[in-house]
């Protein structure tokens, strides 16, 4: 008896690369699998930038904690945090704002979040307690921006258990307001990725947080417990799947420096079923109003767009950037938002499990995403679990590259499948300047070819030389912090905007570059990558051309353009205002 | 299964008898009689002399002809019976006993004038329930359900009497996918009192197919506490307790089956399933095993082994089971596509290509093999108007030309047309896959974009609900699978199937 085709097609389908459906395997995540194709004949074409870890040199000395070492019992251990670039002394110098964690057993000694003041010489000042910001617990992510418009930075940050808003003062140092903003939950919640946003217009940052999970040490099940609880047939901390999704919330800014709970009003608290990571703040449709995308692990990721009325409708299965091109879920972590064609528009990269490529979704500049992973050649390499990435230019060339960390969720597989080992490498993929893009290994510097367990990463110049620099949060070991030694230079121009009738910060406003006959969108975020928050000045590397017309949305509506500015410096641009003298840019 | 109507005809004769009769009676009471009487005690001789000797008198007396044809047929001479009921006919182009003569003759002897003969019965008597049955069978047996089901509705209380003919009727409407009518039916044609095992069989079969697990396993009760119970029942009963969640059940009872039936190589498939959908492998492949050693030559279990051993990784082997699949069955080709498949398993995409290829070359009209290579191309990131992109796209189309149902090759197609911004044709394809696979994600994900990219955005808001409710079904599903793990006990009495 033959076995007919449906009978094949069940039995062989279900579980094979192509399948319709997913397949849990037995497993916590989503595994949407997508083999890697063949690698393209190398360019051949030199990389000049070059990333070299001065961590230690610099004086980032002290580990991030986070959960056990050579196992974790619960999926609260293996998410990790973020880290932030932030110039909290309004000095032009970019401080560095590290979140951390704690275990099971106890807080350990040096468990705390980390403020390092930035000593303009290449290294930094641990200066925590005295800005008042040790605090221990399961942080999450961090966003930064200047909610109360009094011109310095805040801070917020997302913890398993409350999340924190801290006020900056002024004089080096914070003040938890949570309480007394209204941002105080009575309730534990897992606050996973947020972010500042003017989603109204009024000229106030609001705030929007996702939660990942909901989370109990009294129920949550532990390693092996469930089909959900294993991995490759090893037992390994249970989730996301089979847990409870959490709920996202908005939060109106009053102008006095308070919050209100809109999460319902605005059309946010009705999108349940996603575990919620990663938030990204921008005009993605470019009609002059903010919307939200949230990256989600295991379940489809959301795309909140703006109503222009304080509501939001949630589109982001309709608009492609949900899913995979198949329909299926993946495990979305980080978000690198940039304008990898040069198209002007923002378009999105979002890292995933290991076996499963990351995304790339180019914007038509309506908010409509296109899947472009696999014409890109993004999807050669599918060995490693990504976390933190970006769509930056990290050579100056004028075409963004991407560059990703990764790091493994199961310490404890390695020992029984040493081909999923926990420490792995960073990933760059240089931009080839066709829409295609060529994997890096040892040309971008051992910066990038050391292996760590790694989750948030954020971008910024920490030496102000001109080129993006990378810090990194490691966890269980100090952070990495890249210095960017190009070779030959190019071209670039920073941009630092201050809203005046918009927030402070500018968070939202869209710029866009036009040099050498190009055109490259970037925004003001208050969070991307995995849970963190890049250098505020945004840095757009310029090729050969040595000047460029910047064109910038405000995010009250405002639209500027400044033509001819000489390449190689930083402005600082105040709305309706024009350029203003930067502070302190200059190196001593 | 095929249906017999010979009843029908027996019904039909009798009512022509009675007819012809009462209808001729009423013109000429002295002359029929004798004719009629004689043919009630079947003496068709008899019948046939009276009825010379009144044609000589009214030679163009339709009924006359008519009750000569009833005659004739009684006879056994349905050629000359054939004959008189046409003569009759042309007499007289509408008279019914005649019309309804000569399609049964056609009918019984598979005639191609039988449908001819019934039409013509329904112009004059619409409601004519035992034509509409017969019209049924007869399109029944040329496989045009749609045609027939019409036809088995007003066949009424003709069609509630046979067995066969329900049965017909619900199989036509399990085929056009009308399961709860086709339950109705087989539940009417159960209640019967000539109803028999095939009809509890039919009903379960039904009810598990419109995913009511729990009224199958009813329906199956009485057959499964029979000792005698066929592993075709038993087979049944295991997918039904498996649909229903109950593993362990369907487990047990499809052991049994095997055992009552250790040559049916589909048992062994079926094993295999849940083995797969429990993530149970190498249980799998031990029963897998059990089964080559009763049925060698199968090539069907080399394929299933070969697709658990992908599973475990152990790809050497899975080659050598589809290589040996292929060998022992070359026409079906399954295990070509399989090897193809394992070879993208072992994230060796560019084996994969070159395996189905060379697959290919012997077999090119292989609708899987060319749907396996269109998805390979597809999955590289092949752009369009390059030649490989040509290539995935006329693979594709050619799968389903080839095989219309094979919704993952639609898919892939509705993928290329996507990426070539040919939205309407992508959402062509996603609307027949989906028709073919109402569970199939992919089909109603790339027709939402289509239809978002040609801008007619009315139906997609009723499309996103439906993605997000199969959405949520399938996680349920896998948590139901998921609830069970299969497991070998090593126990020296464990009863293994005896070839």
């Given at each position: 008896m033959t076995l007919s085709r449906r009978g094949f097609m069940r039995l062989s389908l279900g579980s094979a690369a192509f399948a319709a459906t997913p397949k849990l395997l037995g497993q916590g995540v989503a595994t949407h699998t997508v083999k890697p194709v063949a690698r393209p004949a190398p360019s051949g074409r030199p990389f000049y930038a070059r990333f070299v870890d001065v961590a230690s040199s610099a004086g980032l000395q002290a580990p991030v904690i986070y959960g056990g070492i050579e196992s974790k019992k619960y999926i609260l251990e293996a998410t990790g945090c973020g880290c932030a670039f932030i110039d909290y002394d309004n000095d032009g110098w970019m401080d560095l704002f590290l979140l951390s964690g704690t275990r099971l057993t106890g807080d350990p000694p040096g468990a705390t979040n980390r403020l390092y003041k930035n000593n303009r010489d290449g290294t930094f000042t641990d200066i925590t307690e005295k800005a008042g910001l040790k605090d221990v617990g399961w942080a999450s992510g961090v966003c930064i921006g200047d909610y109360n418009n009094d011109g310095l930075e805040d801070i917020f940050c997302t913890y398993f258990g409350r999340n924190r808003l801290y006020r900056n003062n002024g004089d080096g140092t914070f003040t938890d307001v949570s309480k007394a903003a209204g941002l105080w939950s009575d309730q534990v919640r897992w606050g996973a990725g947020c972010s500042f946003l003017d989603y109204d217009r009024d000229g106030h940052l609001d705030l929007f947080v996702s939660n990942y999970v909901r989370f109990s040490f009294e129920h949550a099940p532990v390693p092996g417990e469930n089909v959900n609880c294993n991995w490759k047939g090893v037992p390994v901390e249970c989730g996301p799947r089979g847990l409870p999704t959490g709920k996202h919330s908005l939060y109106h800014?009053?102008?006095?420096g308070t919050f209100t709970d809109v999460s319902q009003k605005a059309g946010i608290a009705g999108a349940t079923g996603s575990y919620g990571m990663t938030v990204v703040a921008a005009d993605l449709d470019e009609d002059g109003w903010t919307d939200i995308f949230v990256a989600c692990d295991s379940t489809p990721s959301l795309l909140f767009m703006n109503n222009h009325d304080g509501t939001f409708r949630e589109e982001g299965v309709l608009r492609g950037v949900a899913l995979s091109d198949d329909g299926m879920e993946q495990a979305g972590m980080g978000v690198g938002v940039g304008d990898y064609d040069l198209d002007g528009h923002l378009d999105l990269f979002k890292t995933h499990f290991a076996e499963d490529a990351n995304g790339l979704y180019r914007n038509d500049g309506k908010g409509n995403f296109d899947d472009v992973t696999r014409s890109s050649r993004l999807a050669v390499d599918t060995r490693y679990i990504c976390w933190g990435a970006g769509i930056v230019d990290l050579d100056n060339d004028g075409y963004p590259d991407l560059f990703m960390v990764t790091g493994s969720v199961y310490p404890e597989v390695e020992r029984k499948l040493p081909q999923y080992a926990n420490k792995t490498p960073r990933a760059v993929f240089r931009n080839l300047g066709n829409r295609t893009f060529e994997e890096l290994g040892e040309e971008a510097g051992p910066g990038v070819a050391e292996a760590h367990c790694s989750r948030g990463c954020a971008f910024g110049d920490f030496d102000n030389d001109g080129d993006i620099d990378i810090l990194i949060v490691n966890l269980n070991e100090p952070p990495s912090l890249l210095r960017n030694d190009i070779k030959h230079k190019q071209n670039w121009i920073k941009v630092k905007l201050e809203g005046v009738k918009s927030n402070r910060s500018a968070i939202g406003a869209r710029v866009l570059a036009l040099y050498g006959g190009k055109v490259q969108a970037q925004a003001v975020l208050s969070q991307s990558s995995f849970y963190s928050c890049n250098d505020s000045r945004l840095h757009f590397g310029l090729g050969d051309s040595s000047a460029v017309d910047i064109e910038v949305y405000w995010p009250n509506g405002l639209r500027e353009h400044f033509k001819n500015l000489a390449a190689n410096r930083l402005i600082t641009l105040r709305e309706g205002l024009g350029i203003s003298p930067n502070k302190g840019w200059e190196r001593t | 299964m095929g249906v017999k109507c010979d009843d029908v005809r027996i019904t039909s004769l009798s009512v022509v008898i009675v007819f012809c009769a009462f209808a001729f009676a009423q013109m000429n009471p002295s002359g029929i009689e004798p004719v009629a009487s004689a043919l009630r005690a079947g003496k068709f001789d008899e019948a046939l002399q009276h009825l010379q000797a009144e044609l000589e008198q009214h030679p163009k007396s339709p009924q006359l002809w008519a009750l000569r044809g009833i005659a004739l047929s009684g006879k056994g001479n349905k050629k000359e019976a054939l004959a008189s009921f046409r003569h009759a006919l042309t007499i007289s182009p509408d008279y019914l006993p005649a019309l309804e003569g000569a399609a049964q003759i056609e009918y019984d002897s598979g005639g191609t004038g039988a449908a001819l003969f019934l039409g013509r019965i329904l112009k004059v008597h619409p409601a004519d329930p035992t034509s509409h049955a017969m019209l049924a069978v007869l399109d029944y047996r040329r496989g045009d359900c749609a045609a027939a089901v019409p036809h088995f509705e007003q066949g009424g209380a003709v069609v509630d009497s046979q067995p066969d003919a329900m049965q017909a009727y619900g199989d036509c409407l399990m085929k056009l996918k009308e399961t709860k009518k086709a339950i109705a039916i087989f539940t009417r044609a159960l209640a019967q009192p000539t109803a028999d095992m095939q009809a509890r069989y039919r009903l379960a079969s039904a009810q598990l197919a419109a995913q009511s697990p729990k009224d199958a396993i009813a329906t199956l009760q009485p057959l499964l506490q029979q000792d005698t119970a066929g592993s075709d029942v038993l087979a049944l009963a295991a997918s039904a307790y498996e649909a229903d969640g109950n593993t362990p059940e369907a487990v047990r009872v499809l052991r049994q089956a095997i055992l009552s039936d250790p040559h049916n190589v589909n048992l062994y498939v079926d094993f295999a399933n849940i083995s797969l959908d429990h993530q149970s492998f190498q249980v799998g492949v031990d029963m897998i095993n059990a089964g080559l050693v009763a049925e060698p030559k199968a090539a069907a279990l080399y394929v299933a082994r070969g697709v658990l051993y992908v599973q475990l990784a152990e790809y050497d082997k899975a080659e050598a089971d589809f290589e040996e699949a292929d060998a022992l069955n070359p026409k079906q080709s399954v295990g070509s596509a399989a090897e193809g498949l394992a070879a993208v398993q072992q994230n060796d995409p560019e084996r994969a290509l070159s395996t189905v290829r060379a697959k290919l070359a012997k077999k090119p009209n292989d609708a899987f093999l060319l749907y396996l290579q269109a998805q390979i191309l597809s999955q590289r990131g092949v752009d369009p108007g390059t030649a490989e992109f040509q290539q995935a796209m006329a693979s594709a189309k050619k799968a389903v030309t080839l095989r219309p149902t094979l919704a993952p090759a639609r898919d892939v197609l509705a993928k290329l047309y996507l990426q070539a911004g040919e939205n309407e044709a992508a959402a062509e394809q996603s609307r027949k896959a989906f028709n073919s696979d109402p569970k199939d994600q992919t089909a109603i994900y790339h027709l939402i974009q289509a239809l978002r990219k040609s801008g007619r955005t009315e139906g997609i808001p009723d499309l996103l609900k439906q993605l997000a409710n199969l959405r949520i079904e399938g996680t349920k599903e896998e948590a139901e699978r998921n609830r069970y793990k299969l497991v070998e006990e090593k126990s020296p009495a464990m009863e293994k199937p005896q070839p």
């Open positions: 800014n009053n102008g006095d | -």
